[in-house]
């Protein structure tokens, strides 16, 4: 069964400093990869996915994650933090050609001024 | 609006009682999906429809939870005999297909008393 584990349930970070949220996976074969933002009382944002092709994704607000088949590992990363970057940050996993997604528990992203 | 939408937004319910969460998904997205997120964690799949039809139900808990799509469109989640376990927050999210990109709606927050 697929799994993802987000290390770190809280990240805190000056705004400018640089932005790593960790996330992997386990998965039998090399599935589909998402990163999901959660603003306040907003409903769930794709940021970015990978499916195939170039391994270093770039998705909206200057985030971008590689998939390191290696390391099965999918961070999350951002040169410089924006207090506006301040949510709750999801991976997910899914099969190639599923439609079941996988999350994982989501690390809370606070940035200091 | 454009995006999905889910009501009621917040339901607080006694033990026992029986309760429907509505989703309307973005218009002309033929598949639909339900999670549900727990204090704390990601959210966790329960069913996924392709048109009118329940393509994978896997995620749901036991019998008691049921899920509709009549027409294709709105959803209906419906809970009997509700549990203090139950309460959470539903997530609906559509897209346009296999492998399109998932948007959620806001979610409904059921508190089981």
């Known amino acids: 069964a697929q799994s993802v584990t987000q290390l770190g349930s809280h990240v805190s970070v000056s705004e400018g400093a640089l932005v790593l949220l960790r996330c992997n996976y386990s998965s039998s074969v090399p599935p589909y990869l998402f990163w999901y933002v959660q603003y306040p009382n907003q409903g769930l944002q794709l940021l970015l996915k990978?499916?195939?092709?170039?391994?270093l994704v770039k998705g909206i607000n200057g985030f971008e994650a590689e998939f390191k088949k290696s390391e099965t590992s999918f961070h999350l990363t951002k040169p410089s933090a924006h207090m506006s970057d301040a949510a709750e940050y999801f991976c997910a996993v899914s099969d190639r050609g599923a439609q079941k997604l996988v999350f994982g528990q989501g690390t809370r992203l606070t940035i200091n001024p | 609006g454009a995006g999905v939408s889910q009501t009621p937004s917040n339901k607080v319910t006694e033990k026992g009682k029986y309760v429907e969460l509505r989703c309307d998904p973005i218009s002309g997205h033929t598949a639909l999906y339900w999670y549900r997120q727990s204090l704390g964690q990601g959210p966790e799949f329960l069913i996924y429809f392709q048109g009118t039809g329940a393509a994978d139900d896997s995620g749901l808990p036991n019998d008691r939870f049921f899920a509709v799509r009549p027409e294709g469109s709105v959803s209906t989640l419906k809970i009997q005999r509700t549990e203090r376990g139950d309460s959470a927050m539903y997530l609906c999210?559509?897209?346009?297909?296999?492998?399109?990109?998932?948007?959620f709606g806001e979610g409904s927050r059921l508190t089981v008393l």
């Open positions: 999210a559509s897209s346009m297909g296999l492998g399109r990109e998932l948007f």
């Open positions: 990978y499916t195939t092709g170039a391994t």
